[in-house]
């Protein structure tokens, strides 16, 4: 794939801190040879799951928001390539493959202003460039037959998960989605605001639950075009769960769970949710990150949990200590996801 860039033995030597005595994650992940022949090389590769970055934030961008989403991949496999290889954490059956690199796009879009028309509407034709390059690279790695962990990168790219996995399975999927918005606005270009929106119109998508979304921050257009769809289309509040206490959280995933699991679904985590976490939208409020690990260490079980997308982490626009501990977080929910998962 031209757009790939592997994560070769040179990088794994770098960033892995060996040390005497201890095991480290990243010493045990596989890596491929070449960035040809993707799915040919998958194939032959003994592992269950594939990790890949997508470090853009094209798609933030373009709908408006604060860029930094670009920023998250670097920090978290160092993050993650550090952890211990123990009786919890096994290495041996993931491959880290590298990540989709779009600095020529990156670059394109410093040249423009959000606040204009035209300009947004360059960007959102950047989006879908990085489309076909997602389902591309997630079509490769589910036909292999493996389990994509895409570290993001905008929730843009929720689109590109859903079309890769439904044309590699020959079938609509579900997808779950943890987030602070719907991400179901109108299909007005590409953006971080609409993949699920247009896959559910392209047909990629057929069940589709949003799990915890703000109250404040749901227009009321989206909320009654979500009424009409409710056979495929449902959510909860973060408000009903854990302000007012009208739903409760174990209860409510087990719902959300329900709703999707009878056929493959993806998982999406978009750090949006988490309470203070350096992200495009940060909030002051939303779900601690012991309740998110919780929730994706839940719905991982499912053996019909397709991928895993976590999206949205943004290092960059916090302080140099605290993107660390951000890191840290997508990390865990990385770790929480291999420990549970039924391959």
Not at 46 to 57: C, L, R
Not at 80 to 86: A, D, F
Not at 141 to 166: Q, S
Not at 246 to 265: G, S
């Amino acid at each position: 794939m031209e757009k790939l860039i592997l994560f070769k033995p040179s990088d794994q030597k770098k960033i892995v801190n060996t040390r005497v005595g201890e095991s480290k994650f990243g010493e045990h992940v596989k890596l491929l040879t070449n960035s040809s022949n993707i799915y040919e090389q998958l194939v032959e590769l003994d592992v269950d799951y594939v990790i890949f970055g997508i470090p853009e934030d094209i798609g933030v961008f373009a709908n408006q928001g604060n860029v930094g989403a670009s920023t998250a991949y670097d920090g978290v496999i160092k993050v993650l390539l550090n952890t211990q290889n123990n009786a919890f954490n096994n290495g041996e059956k993931v491959a880290v493959l590298g990540y989709l690199d779009f600095s020529n796009e990156q670059k394109q879009v410093l040249g423009l202003d959000q606040t204009k028309d035209n300009d947004l509407k360059k960007a959102r034709k950047l989006v879908e460039t990085i489309d076909k390059n997602v389902t591309k690279l997630v079509y490769d790695i589910v036909k292999a037959g493996k389990t994509p962990i895409i570290i993001g990168g905008g929730h843009n790219n929720a689109y590109g998960n859903i079309k890769g996995t439904a044309l590699a399975l020959n079938k609509k999927i579900n997808a779950l989605n943890f987030d602070a918005h719907t991400a179901f606005r109108k299909e007005e270009g590409r953006h971080n605001g609409n993949g699920f929106s247009y896959a559910f119109a392209e047909e990629f998508l057929d069940k589709y639950f949003i799990f915890g979304i703000h109250e404040n921050y749901t227009s009321q257009v989206i909320l009654n075009k979500i009424k009409k769809l409710k056979k495929f289309v449902r959510y909860n509040t973060y408000e009903s769960i854990a302000i007012r206490h009208e739903l409760k959280f174990k209860k409510e995933i087990i719902t959300a769970l329900n709703f999707v699991c009878n056929q493959p679904f993806g998982i999406e985590i978009d750090c949006n949710a988490i309470e203070g976490i350096a992200s495009s939208a940060m909030s002051p409020t939303g779900f601690s990150v012991n309740k998110t690990r919780e929730f994706v260490s839940t719905v991982s079980e499912h053996k019909n949990a397709t991928y895993l997308h976590i999206c949205e982490a943004a290092p960059s626009l916090d302080n140099k200590k605290r993107a660390n501990q951000t890191s840290k977080i997508v990390s865990y929910l990385i770790t929480d996801f291999l420990r549970v998962h039924k391959k």
